[in-house]
Structure formats: C-alpha cells, structure tokens
C-alpha cells in the first residue's frame, strides 16, 4: 500500500509539474507574441512621425492615429494659455497649451516647454505671437484625470496632465478638437516656448520576460525529471 501510495503521489506531482511548465511556456510563447506586436506598433508609429504632415483634423470622432504628423493653422488665444507641470530633457518646468483658432475649429497646441522662472507670459513676450500662424507636430490623445497621486485641479489652476476636455471647459473652448498637437522644434520668437521634445519611447522587454518564462518552465521540468529519477534510485536500492 505504501509503495502503491509513493507511485501514486508520484504520478500526481509529474502532472502537477507538466502542467505548471506548459503554463509558463504558454507565458513565454504570449511574450513573444506581444513583442512581435510591439515591434509592428513602433514601426508604424515611427513612419507616422517620419511622413510628410497631414492637415489636422477637425475632432477625433473616428480614429486618430497618435503621432501623426499634422498641420493646422490658425490665430493663437495667448489670454487662454494653460501651463501644464513638466519635467523634461531641458529640466522641470511647464507645458504651454494654447488655443489655436482657425477655420475648423479650436484645437489645443502644446507649443512647447517654458522653465519655472518664465512661466509669467509677460516674461517670453516675444513668443506670444500675433497672427495667422501654421504649426506642424504630432498629433497626441488627450490625457485625462492627471499624473500619478496628483489630480488635476481646474479651480486652481494646477495642472499635471494635458487633459483636453477639462482645459478646454476651464477656458470656455467650445467646440475644441479631442487631441493636442505638440508642436515641432521650429523655434519660437525670443527661443520659448521650446517645442520639439516629444518623447516616443515604447518598453520593450518582452524577450527578456519570454526568456524567463521559458527558463522557469524548464527549471520546473528539470526538478521533476531529478525527483522522477532520486525515486527511482530509491526503489532500486530497496529492492536490492
């Protein structure tokens, strides 16, 4: 009964085992799946952001493709600026959402970064540009609520995220597009806002979490094949 009792508990723990490695290979096998998927949206991402621009559109009501290269033209609403907090490659700072008014419609142009120290329009007056003017940039999906642990704050005036919809009511834009454009490096009068420091980043690890995946499962599978094989030995010197 004891012997019968090992064998069974034995057949229990090798299917126990083959089941656990076929599930972390499925997870390495899923990885690799999604790095492929990974590796086709950075490539259509980057011929978007590589292709000649397209005039933006006039809202988001079908599918806007994040970081298309757009264009739009239009008369900037300076007395409607919103400063959004930033940290970027040129230090902490803010994000200067403007208004761009033209025949389409409004749309939120973040034109740029503006250090702490010159975040009082009357300081960058040279950039606060009057006149019909054409912006090309990336056309980017707005970014509601905040940043992490810290909420927007529309009454005082805080704002950790280029939310588009609770900018444009804080501002009476009615009628704004759903997105934001960041606007390309071309240089502002006076050298601010700084544009152009769009980061397009994309993690991509998947090889490495495959890799573990996959390693894991064997590691399982080699523990049952030397418990499988110690039993073995175990019964033979018992016979002996």
Not at 11 to 39: D, E, I
Not at 47 to 62: F, K
Not at 129 to 149: D, M, Q, S, Y
């Amino acid at each position: 009964m004891s012997a019968a009792r090992s064998r069974l508990g034995l057949w229990g723990l090798a299917v126990g085992a083959c089941l656990l490695a076929a599930a972390l290979a499925a997870l390495g096998a899923w990885q690799l799946q999604r790095r492929a998927w990974k590796h086709d949206l950075i490539a259509r991402v980057d011929a978007r952001i590589h292709a000649a621009p397209v005039p933006a559109p006039p809202d988001c009501t079908g599918s806007c493709e994040p970081y298309t290269r757009v264009v739009a033209t239009g008369v900037f609403a300076h007395d409607r600026e919103t400063l959004v907090q930033a940290v970027t490659e040129a230090g902490p700072g803010f994000w200067v959402l403007t208004p761009l008014e033209g025949e389409g419609g409004t749309i939120l142009i973040n034109r740029g970064f503006v250090p702490k120290e010159r975040r009082d329009p009357a300081t960058r007056a040279a950039g606060q540009v009057a006149g019909p003017v054409r912006i090309t940039g990336l056309l980017r999906l707005t970014e509601p609520g905040g940043a992490f642990l810290r909420s927007n704050d529309p009454a005082g005036g805080r704002w950790y995220s280029r939310d588009v919809a609770a900018i444009a009511a804080a501002r009476g834009l009615s009628g704004a597009a759903a997105y934001f454009v960041d606007a390309d490096a071309t240089s502002n009068p006076g050298g601010l806002p700084l544009g152009g420091l769009t980061i397009v980043a994309f993690p991509d690890n998947h090889l490495v979490y495959a890799l573990t995946w996959f390693t894991l499962a064997a590691m399982v599978l080699g523990a049952l094949a030397y418990t499988l094989r110690d039993a073995g030995r175990s019964r033979n010197d018992r016979s002996a």
